[in-house]
């Protein structure tokens, strides 16, 4: 028999069909929800929210139009249940006992032991057909059966759940307290693995999911962050592992204009466009009034979004004002998005995933994230910020976005040192605006460092901020010199104009 032969005699494979967890972000870890006839064992510490996301999951498929099942061998009534329940968004008194049905099965397993329960199961699951079945506590009624051989009773009881499974395509998800050895046997026999954790890092309370195991496709593996709030949980895949699903941007030639003429000159004709740009300074220096400048170019056609942490919408209106740009009235008709986020308690792929989804949601083409900084509070392992930034950038780009990030130095004149190892490799073009000291005089300066593949004005500039904005007062000898020392200064740059044409 040839492998053609083998090949054409084989039956017809069935596609895997997955199920929607109603958990959001779950799904796109788990490569589109669980998998449908599979058994899954749900593993974390009391507290963690595995009965909140098992409820949740069955009243998901409630919403859809389907049966689930909550069987549990613990202690707790339904009663106590539903009244800490039912204060969630997710729970819907309606729906019980027809869609979701509930039942405590510890007495059959003590009186009978598990070979009854099999029995029960087996027979439920056949009278009410439900798409997706929850077991709460089963590992604990395990060892409370007073059995040398419990174990080995317990590793053919999961195995013939698996089988229940397969057979009736009903999912079933174990839940369970207890942690136990990665290579016990009974993580063999189910498809999928999920572990629920809940601890303290450096006194900030910390939940995050890691999925071990996941057959009949792709997950997004590593540790991911979670919440529980009045919608329930809700997971936020690590950006990291999103992006590197994010198809590379194609290069442009084009430039964006800063909104400040001389600034373009001296970057050679404008930030080239889908670059990342990071503004570094001291507080004052003037970093917030660029990017006010740089946003007040956006329109309905090429619109703005910025993402800041430590300046209210309102305080940003009258900064904007007070450099003659109408940042209001472009919130108001649509051109520009603020997006203002206290820095206190938050988790960062939250921040990240929110800054991508209203990129995508008004395919922003001028975005400003004022005060890189605050990515280091909600880090809880701070050498992940490199990582985070650099998946984040190229998730911008690959949405066509040009981007301007700020970041507070502490040195009030130039730094010797910039203390940035996390933007390396990460940002495209770098603008420092420093103050210098002459006699008793402090002005203000801006120093381009570097713009990716591109000539630029090496010169530092003097400037001043006005009502009508950032304004160069750069002296007729620096001038000269400027001009003698690159040539990004005396070929006349082509500008994206703010309707996305080109302007000489």
């Known amino acids: 028999m040839t492998e053609t032969d083998t090949a054409d005699s084989l039956p017809e494979i069935p596609p895997v069909t997955r199920i929607e967890t109603g958990v959001e972000g779950l799904d796109?870890?788990?490569?589109?929800?669980?998998?449908?006839?599979?058994?899954?064992?749900?593993?974390?510490?009391?507290?963690?929210?595995?009965?909140?996301?098992?409820?949740?999951m069955c009243f998901a498929r409630a919403r859809h139009g389907e049966g689930a099942m909550f069987m549990t061998l613990l202690a707790e009534s339904y009663t106590r249940m539903f009244s800490n329940m039912r204060d969630f968004a997710f729970f819907d008194p309606s729906r019980i006992p027809e869609s979701v049905y509930y039942s405590s099965v510890y007495a059959t397993v003590r009186d009978e032991g598990l070979d009854a329960l099999v029995r029960l199961i087996f027979r439920e699951l056949r009278r009410r057909k439900p798409t997706l079945l929850v077991l709460d506590g089963l590992f604990a009624a395990r060892d409370s059966i007073e059995n040398p051989s419990a174990s080995n009773e317990f590793r053919l009881f999961v195995h013939e759940l698996a089988q229940q499974a397969a057979l009736t395509d009903t999912t079933?998800?174990?839940?369970?307290?207890?942690?136990?050895?990665?290579?016990?046997?009974?993580?063999?026999?189910?498809?999928?693995?999920?572990?629920?954790?809940?601890?303290?890092?450096?006194?900030?309370?910390?939940?995050?999911?890691?999925?071990?195991?996941?057959r009949g496709g792709p997950m997004l593996r590593g540790r991911h962050e979670y919440r529980i709030d009045d919608n329930g949980v809700e997971v936020f895949p690590r950006l990291e592992a999103l992006a590197s699903r994010t198809p590379m941007a194609g290069a442009s030639v084009e430039?964006?204009?800063?909104?400040?003429?001389?600034?373009?000159?001296?970057?050679?004709?404008?930030?080239?466009?889908?670059?990342?740009?990071?503004?570094?300074?001291?507080?004052?220096?003037?970093?917030?009034?660029?990017?006010?400048?740089?946003?007040?170019?956006?329109?309905?056609?090429?619109?703005?979004?910025?993402?800041?942490?430590?300046?209210?919408?309102?305080?940003?209106?009258?900064?904007?004002?007070?450099?003659?740009?109408?940042?209001?009235?472009?919130?108001?008709s649509g051109a520009v998005e603020i997006m203002w986020q206290p820095p206190l308690e938050n988790l960062i792929d939250d921040l990240?995933?929110?800054?991508?989804?209203?990129?995508?949601?008004?395919?922003?083409?001028?975005?400003?994230?004022?005060?890189?900084?605050?990515?280091?509070?909600?880090?809880?392992?701070?050498?992940?910020?490199?990582?985070?930034?650099?998946?984040?950038n190229d998730v911008l780009k690959a949405e066509r976005a040009t981007t301007l990030f700020t970041r507070e130095v502490p040195q009030l004149f130039f730094p010797e040192a910039l203390a940035v190892e996390e933007l390396s490799g990460t940002i495209d073009n770098t603008i420092i605006m420093h103050y210098s000291l002459e006699g008793n005089v402090v002005r203000r300066r801006t120093s381009i460092l570097k713009v990716r593949d591109s000539d630029f004005d090496h010169v530092s500039q003097e400037f001043e901020v006005t009502g009508g904005g950032i304004?160069?007062?750069?002296?007729?000898?620096?001038?000269?010199l400027a001009k003698t020392t690159t040539s990004a200064t005396i070929a006349s740059p082509t500008v994206l104009s703010p309707g996305g044409g080109r302007i000489r």
């Open 471 to 480: 304004v160069f007062r750069l002296p007729e000898g620096e001038r000269t």
């Open 255 to 332: 430039r964006f204009s800063t909104g400040i003429e001389s600034m373009d000159q001296m970057l050679g004709g404008g930030i080239p466009e889908h670059s990342s740009t990071v503004v570094l300074g001291p507080t004052g220096s003037g970093k917030t009034t660029m990017c006010m400048q740089f946003l007040g170019e956006a329109t309905l056609d090429a619109p703005g979004l910025l993402f800041g942490f430590y300046e209210t919408p309102d305080r940003l209106y009258r900064k904007a004002a007070s450099v003659g740009v109408d940042l209001e009235g472009l919130v108001e």
């Open 352 to 392: 990240g995933q929110r800054i991508v989804a209203a990129v995508q949601r008004r395919k922003a083409r001028r975005v400003v994230i004022d005060g890189i900084n605050a990515f280091r509070r909600p880090l809880t392992y701070p050498g992940r910020l490199h990582s985070f930034l650099r998946a984040l």
């Open 28 to 56: 796109t870890i788990l490569g589109g929800g669980l998998v449908r006839g599979s058994a899954y064992i749900m593993q974390g510490p009391p507290g963690a929210g595995k009965t909140i996301m098992a409820n949740q």
């Open 172 to 214: 079933i998800v174990i839940l369970t307290n207890q942690s136990r050895e990665p290579s016990s046997p009974e993580y063999t026999m189910v498809d999928g693995w999920i572990e629920l954790q809940d601890e303290i890092v450096s006194e900030r309370a910390l939940r995050s999911l890691i999925v071990h195991k996941q």
